[in-house]
């Protein structure tokens, strides 16, 4: 199939789909003004993210790390869904099976709606006990306690995100492939297709015959794998997707509902 840049031309197949994954990365959080914190911008206090955000960082200074990290939380904290997330969401009530994979750890997709959500990196609103591996949600900013302790039993409490030289939940990764592969569409939208695993779910899809729609700033490695290429802002662009299937969708069924009131005229008339 050649691929296309047609709003039009795609809606046809997701009236069709039963089953769509969506992976989103870090360029739609950008849209709600979230900070990548890495990079050239990514400075703090001198540090760079790549040396705070490890585990041997978290032995070495917990509580500089917990420094980083309640800034972090305090310039998200304001931040809102953008049209994007709120369009994501709405879609789990219009496919049968609907499942949405982020990179993101801002907790703006949860805020938008979205429930049926695999967080791969985990989640910057949450915590985790060193020393019992609880897991709790803790909004707070500022922080009172750096580094905080777990309430349970006093212990260190981390980030409840994954770090760099850390692997991923493996059970997480494992859904997040059977769900890849199982689709009959999937969407990667604001991410650069390449920080691994999380970039070889849309391949992954792809090679197991999936439609693949790629929306994203600019052309990524995934580019000449999928059918559809949608360059813009995410904000913008699936909005118009989600309208134009909406109307879609009432044409059908307005379709649909003549069609039996046809039938059943002619059964009367019988």
Request: aromatic share 8%; with cysteine.
């Amino acid at each position: 199939m050649k691929s296309s840049s047609s709003i039009e031309d795609l809606i046809p197949h997701l009236l069709q789909a039963k089953k769509v994954v969506v992976l989103t990365g870090a360029g739609v959080s950008a849209e709600s003004g979230i900070p990548t914190f890495r990079g050239r911008d990514g400075l703090w206090k001198k540090y760079r993210a790549e040396e705070l955000a490890t585990p041997y960082a978290f032995i070495s200074n917990p509580r500089l790390v917990w420094e980083w990290y309640d800034w972090r939380r305090q310039l998200i904290a304001d931040k809102q869904p953008n049209p994007a997330h709120l369009t994501l969401a709405k879609w789990e009530n219009i496919f049968p099976s609907f499942w949405l994979i982020t990179q993101n750890i801002d907790g703006l997709h949860q805020q938008a709606g979205s429930r049926r959500l695999l967080e791969l990196h985990g989640n910057i609103w949450k915590m985790r006990c060193v020393d019992e591996g609880t897991v709790f949600e803790n909004r707070t900013t500022p922080l009172p306690e750096i580094p905080p302790h777990c309430p349970d039993c006093g212990g260190l409490l981390r980030p409840h995100v994954v770090w760099f030289g850390e692997s991923l939940d493996s059970a997480l990764l494992s859904e997040a492939f059977r769900l890849s592969h199982e689709c009959e569409v999937m969407f990667s939208i604001g991410t650069s297709a390449i920080v691994q695993p999380a970039a070889s779910l849309p391949v992954a899809a792809a090679e197991n015959g999936a439609l693949l729609i790629e929306i994203n700033a600019e052309p990524t490695p995934l580019a000449s794998v999928a059918q559809f290429n949608f360059y813009g802002r995410a904000g913008e662009i699936l909005p118009q997707i989600h309208q134009a299937l909406l109307q879609a969708l009432e044409k059908n069924s307005s379709a649909s509902l003549g069609k039996n009131r046809t039938t059943k005229a002619r059964k009367t008339e019988k």
